[in-house]
Structures are given as C-alpha cells and as structure tokens.
C-alpha cells in the first residue's frame, strides 16, 4: 500500500465516523455527497483540520470552495 493509498484510507476512515457507516474507496463512495450523508459544514471543517493534522501539512481553504462530495474532498486534499 503507498502512503497516498494510506492518506485516502486515513480520510475515508475519519468521514465514516461522521457519516455513520464504513466507507471503502470506490466510484459510489467517491460520488457520496457529504451533505446529504449528514456531514454538515462545520464538521467538514473538522475533517479538513484532523486531516491536516494526520497528513502533517496545510491546505488551502479556498480549495474546498464548492465541494460536495467525497471525490471533491479527495481532490481538494491532493489525494486524488
């Protein structure tokens, strides 16, 4: 496993604690849209920060203008 495959599990890992269900890497997974998961803008704040932290490095902010889904927040991380 690479350390990107390792990041995109860590991510995964931490949304499903917020969506309510283990989430595995996939087409569906990466088409989930967070809101209607349940995962509301300040607790996609809190993702953002524990990813931060878990990643050791900052993002921008304004890369995560417009997400909607798990693919989106991938994307804006880097990890995809």
């Given at each position: ?18 969506v ?9 997974t990466?088409?989930l849209?967070?809101a ?15 990813l931060?932290d ?7 902010f304004?890369?995560f ?5 798990v693919?989106?927040?991938l994307?804006a991380?880097?990890?995809?």
């Open positions: 496993m690479t350390n990107r495959d390792e990041q995109i599990e860590t991510a995964l890992t931490l949304l499903s604690s917020y309510g269900r283990g989430l595995v890497d996939g087409d569906e990466r088409a849209v967070l209607e998961a349940g995962v509301s803008s300040l607790a996609l704040a809190s993702i953002i920060v524990e931060e878990s990643m050791d490095r900052e993002f921008d304004e890369a203008a417009g997400m909607e889904t693919g989106d927040l994307r991380t880097g990890l995809t």
